[in-house]
């Protein structure tokens, strides 16, 4: 049985037209604007990874609050503080930013 004539074109034509696409969904699915390098956080100046205590604490003042881990510190498992600010929170593992998150 011989193929419709349509069906070649069609098939050399829908992965280029799938991939053309892709870009666009993946954007539109709800990635997160940090990620995408929105304007307000290229701007805006956050703890960088790896700063210290200290560095942070004169660069942004004191915290709104503070909250330290609970439980046993063994060498897996450090103790984590967390400082929350207005508009972020800066996670730190034994003294060092391992992250910033924004609210």
Do not use: D
Not at 48 to 73: F, L, W
Not at 79 to 101: A, D, M, P
Request: hydrophobic share 40%; aromatic share 10%; net charge positive.
């Amino acid at each position: 049985m011989q193929a419709p004539k349509w069906l070649l074109p069609l098939a050399l034509c829908l992965p280029l037209t799938l991939t053309l696409a892709l870009p666009t969904t993946v954007h539109a699915a709800g990635a997160s604007p940090a990620a995408l390098g929105h304007a307000f956080y290229q701007k805006t100046a956050y703890p960088k990874h790896g700063m210290g205590m200290k560095q942070v604490r004169k660069s942004y003042g004191k915290p709104q609050s503070v909250r330290v881990s609970q439980g046993k510190v063994k060498k897996k498992w450090p103790r984590i503080t967390v400082w929350n600010y207005h508009t972020f929170s800066v996670y730190f593992e034994r003294g060092r930013v391992l992250h910033t998150v924004v609210h």
